[in-house]
T-cell receptor, first 114, second 112 residues
């Protein structure tokens, strides 16, 4: 898990509620990513950011929002528009310098709907 | 866009046997292929990766082979041990900061 922390480990969401998942890294990595993992589905990209104050949608961005105000932080908000939010959410980061491609993952947050 | 297929979805072996997991990709521009190991309830950990200018890479009991012509790459684990039991994911990207596209994973079970 290196220097990537995700909190909380478990999160419960009530109907119609927005919830925010935290991702912090102290690796001085430029790029950060959010993935959603469902059983048997692999990892699917929600959003990613390669620089502060800039981010791009991934394959399944609907119902989610992000911000990148600081290099070390990339919080993900699961909005009420996301009708099936139950999943395991993984944050990752990657250094850009030197053309490095390796992504390093955090320990994940499991989101459950009450 | 890129699509990555991974097989098999489950694999059971006896301790000491070899295990092979195969992935195919669709975008011939893909040039980076990592493999991740994920234990239950944890985030994926990189175990080995290969770039398109290399055909094979080894790290102790783990090796990855790449066939660019056929657009497939494989993970080989020799002398498997119970602690190798986990879910393994392959991925591909076209590099230059693009996102990784993951296969759906292989659950490897090593019985002693």
């Amino acid at each position: 898990d290196g220097g990537i922390t995700q909190s909380p480990k478990y999160l419960f969401r009530k109907e119609g509620q927005n919830v925010t998942l935290s991702c912090e890294q102290n690796l001085n990595h430029d790029a950060m990513y959010w993935y959603r993992q469902d059983p048997g589905q692999g990892l699917r990209l929600i959003y990613y950011s390669q620089i502060v104050n800039d981010f791009q949608k991934g394959d399944i961005a609907e119902g989610y929002s992000v911000s990148r105000e600081k290099k070390e932080s990339f919080p993900l908000t699961v909005t009420s528009a996301q009708k099936n939010p139950t999943a395991f959410y993984l944050c990752a980061s990657r250094p850009i310098a030197g053309g490095q491609e390796t992504q390093y993952f955090g320990p994940g947050t499991r989101l459950l709907v009450l | 866009g890129e699509n990555v297929e991974q097989h098999p979805s489950t694999l059971s072996v006896q301790e000491g046997d070899s295990a092979v997991i195969k992935c195919t990709y669709s975008d011939s521009a893909s040039n980076y292929f990592p493999w991740y190991k994920q234990e239950l309830g944890k985030g994926p950990q990189l175990i080995i990766d290969i770039r398109s200018n290399v055909g094979e890479k080894k790290d102790q009991r783990i090796a990855v082979t790449l066939n660019k012509t056929a657009k497939h790459f494989s993970l080989h684990i020799t002398e498997t041990q119970p602690e190798d039991s986990a879910v393994y994911f392959c991925a591909a990207s076209i590099g230059a900061g693009t996102a990784l596209i993951f296969g759906k994973g292989t659950t490897l079970s090593v019985s002693s």
